[in-house]
Every structure is written in C-alpha cells, then in structure tokens.
C-alpha cells in the first residue's frame, strides 16, 4: 500500500489547486468542522475484533483529511466525516492469474439534506478530474517501483 514512505495517491497539482478551493470554502462555510464523536459513529465500529486486531494501524489513527479504519497488507479504508458528508474511501491490490489488479472506490453516506446538493455539485470535478488524475499516479509508482506491467 505504500512505497518508500510516501502516499500512494498523491494529488496532482490541478487537483491540490481544486482541493484548496474546497478546503477553503469549507473553513468559511464550516462545512468541514467535525461532528461530536456522540454524534456519528465510525465505520471502524462495524468491524469484528479479529480484523481489529489484523489491522496494521490503529483505527482512528490520522492521515491527512482521513482517519483510519483498518490497514490490511493489500487493503485499506479510510473515513472523513463532515458537516457535508460522511465518506469512506477503500483501495485494495489484488494479485491476479497475470498480476496484480488495484481497486479504489469511494463511498458516501448522507449526515444531512446538504449532502446530495453537494454531492451533485462536486461530482464532474471528481469524476473527470481527481480520481483519474490519483489513479494515474497510482500507476506511476507502481510503474517506477516495480517496474511496468
């Protein structure tokens, strides 16, 4: 999941220049306040005590924007709740008869009726522009670490 210490999705520059944007709307608007942990519950409290304990980080351990829920050898997922969205973000390397195969999927659950606006209104830029660019790098390290495939 990860090479040389560095992150595996990291943002291009029109992408860091798009979630700046976002990150300062969100510090104006407060769409990025975190609720009162007796507010929400994370999706680590669905997990059964063996993956618990299987995880390579603690769950609710920091990363940037995002927390932990579990870190396997070839699977992670991540979580951000928010005053616009309570999100949780998986990537998984899976070895295949011809090498290996990387998922990412991002998935969404509404925390108020602001969530589908804003959804909506964020969804061409992630679609058309951030997750093609995080995927490219994805391929990238993967080429320049291991060789190309």
């Known amino acids: 999941m990860r090479t040389e210490s560095s992150c595996l999705l990291t943002p291009s520059p029109v992408v860091r220049a798009l ?3 976002r990150l300062f709307v969100g510090r104006l ?12 519950e994370s999706f680590a409290t669905r997990m059964t005590t063996a993956d618990r304990s299987r995880s390579l980080a603690p769950s609710g351990t920091r990363e940037g924007l995002f927390r932990v829920v579990y870190r396997f050898e070839n699977e ?11 999100a ?14 990387f998922y990412f ?17 964020i969804g061409p830029f992630r679609e058309l522009v951030v997750y093609p660019s995080l995927l490219r ?3 990238a390290k993967w080429n320049k670490t291991l060789g190309k495939a």
């Open 19 to 21: 979630l700046n944007i």
């Open 29 to 40: 608007l407060g769409w990025d306040r975190e609720p009162a942990a007796t507010a929400w």
């Open 76 to 86: 992670q997922l991540l979580e951000l709740i928010n005053r616009t969205a309570h």
């Open 88 to 101: 949780a973000a998986l990537s998984a390397l899976v070895e295949t008869a011809n090498g290996y195969r």
């Open 105 to 121: 999927g991002v998935y969404v659950r509404n925390v108020s009726r602001f969530t589908l606006i804003y959804m909506t209104m």
């Open 137 to 139: 790098t994805v391929r």
